[in-house]
């Protein structure tokens, strides 16, 4: 075998160099929201705040670009903006993968696995044993403020034949512990999915290790549940306050595998009362319980122990419903941007609200602002701005039969178009021309929601985009719509036009985003 002589070699690593920097650039990978240092990421894991930090836990594969071999990756932030990749947190090991789960601060040390002086920080997941593709559910604990964790030696804490009697897939469908601390009642409260049955069961416990069943949420016992929205998956559950009234309401969020508006899977959220351990859902409407209506918001959690003095429910998800088959080399999986979500009621019906935190504003720089001005058929505005990390929002009063678009990432043949439709008081995201969309049968296409309009006849649009993903709240936030976009570089550009008739604007505002 001969050697490669020096000028060779040398050419054959600027080659090298240059073909990965050239994959790099081209890999999709977005601006300002959070993305695996490299391969595989589905939902968000255990989400807390412990001091000033705010821990991401999520599913994580660190060895491939695809599902398996799941682990929790970690990262924390100051800001939830600005992300620093962590080592794992709960690894799989000795065949028994880490799936999905939730965290929680045992303040009083009821696990007795820390200290009345350092009370640990506790963490539930799903051991899922390889072999043969059982379920069950495991502790784990960190008192190092969540720098580290270490799994509870008497692990399961709940096994499958403990689950038996509540679990006819025989521990092939029960996971992903939501649990949290119930004061009224002085007990832990786990929530466990079993998506093979579309049941909820719910467990309480007095030391965080032992648990005993309660009951069961069914969709026969939510009045207006579809039975075709099944696979229930990634439950969360908490208190939350409703807009100008001073009250509250237990919230239980789902993530079902089948039966949202777009298609597939989606979070869904309901209403109702608690007492410890039954839930009792309130009626539900298909046309309010949605928190999104794109195809990419998948496996919703909140964070937990903010602090009163913040006052916010965050949430956050993973952006992807399409397996591996995304057109991205290096990582797969994105966070959605974290929103707030609050309850409110719009006209005579109550609504989840949602918009993204307010950090946003701390990042980034206005490059074009647009006051009181209509724009008729014929006329295009924001031509001579590009970009692919914005944040855009528009205010504006439609005409009768008015049509407003919302070109982004626009090319010569590409583009997503976000519209508002007069008629039908209706939001949509159009990905049919939106840049790659042959890697997955459902990549493409039109997804709607419904906008609420205000008494006084304005409208609102927020659209944030960011290199591959477009996430568009209307309205108040009651129309959420969050897609993955795959275009080429060249399509930066916008546009914003209106047909039917006049629109007038009130404002428009255009930031680009950068967190540099």
């Not at 072999?131 to 784990?140: E, F, Y």
């Not at 209706?426 to 042959?438: E, F, K, P, Q, Y």
Request: a negative charge.
């Amino acid at each position: 075998m001969s050697l490669l002589n020096s000028a060779s070699m040398i050419g054959l690593l600027c080659l090298t160099s240059a073909l990965v920097c050239q994959a790099q650039s081209n890999d999709y990978r977005p601006v300002y929201h959070f993305t695996p240092d490299e391969n595989w990421m589905n939902e968000p894991n255990g989400l807390i705040k412990i001091g000033s930090t705010w821990h991401l836990f999520y599913q994580h594969n660190p060895t491939a670009n695809v599902w398996g071999n799941l682990n929790w990756g970690h990262a924390t932030s100051t800001d939830l903006l600005h992300w620093t990749h962590q080592a794992l947190a709960i690894t799989s090991e000795n065949g028994v993968e880490a799936f999905t789960g939730t965290a929680y601060y045992d303040i009083d040390n009821t696990s007795g696995l820390g200290t009345s002086a350092n009370p640990p920080y506790l963490a539930w997941f799903t051991g899922y044993t390889v072999a043969n593709q059982s379920q069950d559910q495991r502790l784990a604990f960190s008192v190092d403020n969540g720098a580290t964790w270490t799994k509870f030696q008497g692990n399961p804490i709940i096994s499958t034949t403990q689950e038996a009697p509540h679990d006819i897939t025989g521990g092939l469908e029960s996971r992903d512990p939501k649990v949290f601390f119930h004061s009224p009642s002085g007990k832990w409260v786990m929530v466990l999915a079993h998506g093979g049955q579309d049941k909820m069961t719910f467990w309480t416990s007095t030391d965080t290790k032992q648990w005993t069943w309660q009951s069961d949420l069914e969709s026969s016992s939510i009045s207006g549940m579809s039975s075709a929205i099944t696979g229930w998956e990634v439950p969360d559950m908490f208190q939350l306050p409703i807009a100008g009234t001073g009250e509250s309401t237990w919230v239980l969020i789902m993530t079902p595998a089948q039966g949202s508006p777009a298609g597939g899977n989606g979070v869904l959220a309901l209403t109702g009362s608690f007492d410890g351990a039954t839930f009792t859902a309130d009626p539900v409407r298909n046309e309010t319980m949605w928190l999104d209506y794109g195809r990419d918001f998948d496996g919703a959690l909140s964070w937990v122990n903010v602090p009163s003095s913040d006052g916010r429910r965050i949430i956050a998800a993973v952006m992807n419903s399409y397996g591996s088959n995304p057109p991205t080399t290096t990582w797969k999986g994105m966070l959605s941007f974290p929103r707030t979500l609050s309850l409110k009621t719009i006209g005579n019906e109550q609504y989840f609200v949602q918009q993204p935190i307010a950090e946003l504003d701390s990042v980034g720089s206005t490059v074009l602002q647009i006051q009181n001005q209509t724009i008729a058929p014929g006329q295009t505005l924001l031509s001579s701005v590009y970009g692919t990390a914005l944040d855009i929002r528009i205010a504006f009063r439609p005409a009768v039969s008015s049509i407003l678009s919302l070109a982004v990432r626009k090319g010569a043949s590409e583009q997503t178009v976000i519209k508002y439709t007069q008629s039908t008081s209706t939001l949509s995201v159009d990905r049919t021309a939106s840049g790659d969309i042959s890697y997955d049968p459902a990549a493409g296409g039109v997804h709607d929601a419904k906008v609420q309009v205000e008494d006084t006849g304005i409208v609102h649009i927020r659209a944030l985009i960011d290199t591959c993903s477009v996430e568009v709240f209307g309205g108040q936030g009651e129309a959420v719509i969050s897609d993955l976009i795959f275009p080429s570089d060249s399509s930066d550009g916008l546009a914003l036009d209106v047909a039917g008739g006049n629109v007038a604007i009130e404002s428009v505002e255009v930031r680009k985003i950068s967190l540099a």
